[in-house]
């Protein structure tokens, strides 16, 4: 079996009700992530989100992921020209720190629109802290 064939059983297999709300547009699973950032990084303790959307020859992906008790975020975005390739440049976070600057965020209206699950990454962080 191929590689890419390998990637897409993988990724068939991981799309259960739970991660369909974890995985959007493009994305539908840690593999689909790793690809199109040309990326090696190891799948995370958790994934509180991964998006990529792609219209008019444009994208733009936001993941968030928690790795023991530190979240990290990685936006990327291109033109047509080029991919999300060479953009895996994770921010590295404390909870409590990260819970503010995406409150802070849920003011700004042009980061609603491009990510309208700030609130529901911004509820699993604040559960996450809670339970903590």
Not at 88 to 104: D, I, M
Request: glycine content about 4%.
């Amino acid at each position: 079996m191929s590689e890419v064939n390998a990637e897409n059983d993988a990724c068939s297999m991981a799309l259960t009700e739970d991660k369909m709300e974890i995985y959007n547009d493009l994305f539908t699973c840690w593999n689909d992530v790793r690809r199109e950032f040309a990326c090696d990084e190891p799948e995370p303790d958790e994934v509180v989100t991964a998006s990529y959307s792609y219209e008019d020859y444009s994208g733009r992906a936001w993941v968030v992921y928690r790795n023991g008790d530190k979240f990290f975020e990685v936006e990327g975005g291109h033109c047509s020209c080029y991919g999300l390739e060479d953009q895996w440049k994770p921010e590295e976070y404390e909870p409590s720190v990260f819970l503010e600057a995406l409150f802070r965020r849920s003011k700004e209206r042009s980061f609603l629109e491009n990510w309208p699950g700030l609130v529901d990454v911004s509820s699993r962080v604040s559960e996450y802290i809670n339970n903590k």
